[in-house]
């Protein structure tokens, strides 16, 4: 299983977000996703955490909360296990990322956006500031078949 962090960072009621439009082959193609990415030999979460968000915004985290555990399963791609964060204490300004477009946006815009269907079960407990989570979420392409919180499953759209 892959190890990943992923962090939405806050400004007012606005959050930065990563349009996933410049990599090739990426299973995030086209979705608007937090920014984070694969933990490096090593790294604890906030290890992880504070490296990429540093290199794929420019900002440095002064101070984040961990939210949870998201543990991610789709045919055909490895499992991962995703350390969820969120900041609203950082420095630096944005520079120019690799892997997509990034943008401010406020949350009440967020739900418009094309992201994964899980995201926003985790985003739901991230705003509500629920206590640390596990979820398991297990995809088939872009279709969420199965969710569990804390291992206690969760109605499903087409389920």
């Known amino acids: 299983m ?5 962090c939405y960072i806050t400004r007012g009621d606005e959050v930065l977000m990563l349009h996933r439009v410049k990599k090739k082959n990426d299973v995030n193609q086209d979705k608007w996703i937090g920014v984070g990415g694969k933990f490096e030999e090593g790294e604890s979460p906030e290890d992880c955490l504070c490296r990429e968000v540093w290199e794929e915004t420019g900002l440095k985290l002064q101070s984040w909360r961990y939210c949870g555990i998201v543990t991610f399963t789709c045919e055909g791609w490895e499992g991962e296990y995703m350390h969820l964060f969120t ?3 950082f420095t630096g300004e944005l520079k120019v990322c690799e892997e997509g477009d990034l943008q401010w946006v406020s949350r009440e815009f967020l739900d418009a956006l094309p992201k994964w269907e899980g995201d926003t079960i985790f985003l739901k407990l ?3 500031n629920a ?3 596990s979820l ?5 392409k872009d279709k969420l078949l199965h969710a569990a919180l804390n291992g206690r499953p969760l109605p499903v759209q087409g389920c």
Do not use: R
């Open 87 to 89: 900041s609203d204490d």
């Open 131 to 133: 206590p640390f989570f």
């Open 126 to 128: 991230m705003w509500e």
């Open 2 to 6: 892959l190890n990943t962090t992923l």
């Open 136 to 140: 398991k979420l297990c995809y088939q």
